[in-house]
């Protein structure tokens, strides 16, 4: 697949009406060498003493970029609370628009812990949207494990199919993606630290194997 930098800024808007959660962002941004990707990767691998890093003559050419994203998250369709005990299902949908990313997805996100907050689910792997680490603080310690899935129909992603008025390298993507995710959750009064990793199904034709990686996300409400 090329190589390629995202350097981007969003603002976004949220609404949370107790039920339900709609999250609205505009991002801007640069792929190519002026994101300053190739001199980052290479600086960190001198630093942590690893290899040069290559591929890099094959990055996309500098070209602007910009998305709109809609998502909407459903707090709990079904919960189940006995004794400080939660279960809760949070479905959702969404998608984007722009050239770097045009899709639409869907997905749910099953939780089961110790008093569970009322908010909607864990933070995500993705790009993410602003205030989807949005959680109710607890005045307790609890915790919750959590598993979920999303489906996207991809038009477009930029980092596969190369820049879009210029000739550059790109591959074949395949239009459908299937991603899992599991993990674990703490939350003790503002602050909230997960632990998420994902399995995503392959994203272009003759890429070896799935995707599978992880993220650890400190977060706090003020």
Avoid: C
């Amino acid at each position: 697949r090329p190589y390629a930098g995202w350097l981007y800024g969003s603002v976004g808007l949220l609404s949370d009406t107790g039920g339900r959660l709609d999250n609205l962002q505009l991002t801007f941004g640069m792929v190519g060498p002026a994101s300053g990707a190739k001199d980052t990767q290479k600086f960190v691998h001198k630093v942590i003493g690893s290899s040069d890093p290559k591929g890099w003559d094959n990055q996309l050419r500098n070209e602007p970029g910009i998305e709109l994203t809609y998502e909407r998250k459903w707090r709990g369709l079904y919960e189940f609370s006995p004794f400080g005990w939660g279960f809760d299902i949070t479905p959702s949908f969404g998608g984007s628009i722009g050239n770097i990313y045009t899709h639409a997805s869907v997905g749910a996100v099953a939780r089961f812990g110790f008093d569970l907050p009322s908010d909607y689910g864990p933070p995500l792997i993705r790009p993410n949207l602003p205030g989807s680490d949005f959680f109710v603080p607890n005045q307790t310690i609890g915790w919750y494990v959590f598993g979920g899935f999303e489906g996207r129909a991809v038009a477009r992603n930029i980092f596969l199919d190369g820049n879009t008025f210029k000739d550059s390298h790109s591959v074949d993507k395949r239009s459908l993606v299937g991603g899992v995710q599991a993990g674990v959750a703490f939350t003790i009064n503002d602050m909230r630290l997960a632990y998420t990793h994902i399995f995503r199904s392959r994203e272009f034709e003759g890429q070896p194997e799935n995707d599978s990686f992880g993220a650890i996300t400190i977060s706090t409400r003020f």
